[in-house]
C-alpha cells in the first residue's frame, strides 16, 4: 500500500512523511477517525514507507524486496495484532491463530469493516478481543532485533479492544519502547482506549472523507460514471463502506426500477401472458433478493399515492421515478393504497415461508391486474 493508493487525508500523509523523513515520527502513534475513512491503509503505507529501501516523491517505491513484503502482508519486520474471538481449545489466544483469516479480510477489501472481520473469523455472539497472551507475543517478538530493516513495526488494530490486563502488560514497552520499535495504533474509538495506553501515544486523527474524494474511490474502483459516483458519495456520510453499499444498492435498484414498471404497465394492459414472464423472472432472483424486491415495490406504491397528494417534499423519488410516476400515480390512489400494500406483504410473507415464489409472484400480479383498475 504506497500514500498515493490512499484516498484523501493529504494534510495527514504529508505530516506522516515529513515524521519518518527526518526521524521525527513518534514511538507509538495513534491514527484514529470514524470508521469507513481508510484509517488502515494510512497505517499500512506508512509503514511500507518507513521500511522501503528507495523511497521516491515523497512516496514508498512499491518494488523494492521490503514493498514487495509489505504488499503481500509478509514482511518479517511488520507484525499485526487485532482482536479475535477464542478457538476452542488454544494454547495461546493470539493474533496469529486467525493469520488466515487476516490475510483474506486485509486483501479481499482494504476497507473492509469490522463487521466484515467477525464473518471471516466466524465470531457469531462473541466479542472479539485483543488477549493477555498478545501481549506477551508483543513483548517476545519486541525482544528480537529486526531482520532488514532499521525498525519493527507494530501495528495495532482496534485497541479499544485491549482488555486491561493485556494493556498492563504493554505499558512499560509502549512508554519506553526499543530504539528500533514503532507501534502503530489503528482505533475507531479513541475514548473507549484505556487511558493508560491512549496517553501514551501521539494522536493523529483523520477526518470523514468528502463526497468528492469518495466519488473518485466509486469511480476508479467500481467504474462508475462520475456524476452518479457523486450522487451515491454525497448520502454516503463521509464512510466508504456505506458508499459501497449504496453502489450495489443503486445498481439493483434501478433494475427493480425497471421490473416494477414493466410489471404495472402489464397489469394495466391486463397482458397474462407477459405478467406470468416477469412473475418467473422475480422469482429466479432467489428468495432473499425476493424480498427486497417486494419491499421496493411497497416503497413505490407508497410514493405513488404521495406523489398524488402535489407536496414534492414528502416525496424521495428521483428524476427517473418521477418521469414514471406523472403517468403512473393516478392509478395508486385511497380506494387501492391499502390493497395493493396487504398484497405485498402477503407475498412477503409466503416468500418468506419458502412458498413457490413462482406461484406467490404469479398471484401477485394477478391481484395487481384486480387492484389497479379499481
Ligand atoms: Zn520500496
Not at 514507507?49 to 518479517?76: A, E, F, M, W
Request: net charge negative; charged share 25%.
Amino acid at each position: 500500500m504506497k500514500f498515493s493508493q490512499v484516498i484523501g487525508h493529504e494534510e495527514q500523509k504529508s505530516l506522516l512523511r515529513y515524521s519518518v523523513d527526518n526521524d521525527q515520527l513518534p514511538h507509538a502513534l495513534l491514527i484514529s477517525g470514524p470508521s469507513g475513512i481508510g484509517k488502515m491503509t494510512l497505517a499500512r503505507a506508512l509503514a511500507q514507507y518507513i521500511h522501503c529501501t528507495n523511497r521516491v516523491n515523497g512516496d514508498s517505491c512499491g518494488k523494492c524486496p521490503s514493498c514487495r513484503q509489505h504488499q503481500s502482508l509478509n514482511n518479517p519486520d511488520m507484525h499485526y495484532v487485532y482482536p479475535i474471538v477464542k478457538k476452542s481449545s488454544p494454547k495461546l489466544t493470539v493474533s496469529e491463530d486467525y493469520l488466515t483469516e487476516w490475510i483474506e479480510f486485509v486483501e479481499e477489501d482494504p476497507m473492509s469493516p469490522y463487521e466484515r472481520w467477525l464473518e471471516l473469523m466466524d465470531a457469531g455472539n462473541s466479542q472479539p478481543m485483543i488477549y493477555v497472551d498478545e501481549s506477551a507475543e508483543i513483548l517476545r517478538k519486541m525482544h528480537h532485533s529486526s531482520f532488514a530493516a532499521k525498525h519493527k513495526i507494530m501495528l495495532m488494530w482496534l485497541p479499544e479492544k485491549m482488555n486491561e490486563e493485556a494493556a498492563n502488560k504493554l505499558l512499560k514497552i509502549i512508554e519506553e519502547p526499543f530504539e528500533d520499535t514503532k507501534f502503530i495504533f489503528v482505533s475507531n474509538e479513541p475514548q473507549a482506549i484505556l487511558p493508560t495506553i491512549f496517553s501514551r501515544t501521539q494522536r493523529v486523527n483523520l477526518k470523514k472523507l468528502s463526497p468528492s474524494e469518495i466519488a473518485l474511490y466509486l469511480c476508479s474502483t467500481y467504474g462508475i460514471d462520475e456524476n452518479s459516483a457523486l450522487e451515491i458519495a454525497s448520502i454516503s456520510d463521509g464512510n466508504v463502506n456505506v458508499a459501497v453499499g449504496n453502489v450495489s444498492l443503486s445498481g439493483e435498484t434501478a433494475e427493480f426500477r425497471k421490473i416494477f414498471q414493466e410489471m404495472m404497465r402489464k397489469a394495466y394492459m391486463r397482458d397474462i401472458r407477459s405478467l406470468k414472464d416477469i412473475a418467473d423472472k422475480i422469482a429466479s432472483m432467489g428468495r432473499e433478493k425476493n424480498r427486497r424486491f417486494l419491499a421496493y415495490c411497497a416503497s413505490m406504491v407508497r410514493e405513488n399515492f404521495i406523489y398524488n397528494l402535489q407536496t414534492p417534499s414528502l416525496n424521495c423519488l428521483n428524476a427517473e421515478d418521477r418521469q414514471f410516476s406523472s403517468r403512473f400515480s393516478p392509478f395508486i390512489n385511497e380506494r387501492n393504497v391499502e390493497g395493493l400494500m396487504t398484497e405485498i406483504n402477503l407475498a412477503e410473507n409466503d416468500i418468506a415461508r419458502n412458498a413457490n415464489a413462482k406461484i406467490v409472484m404469479f398471484d401477485f400480479c394477478i391481484k395487481l391486474i384486480i387492484l389497479i383498475k379499481t
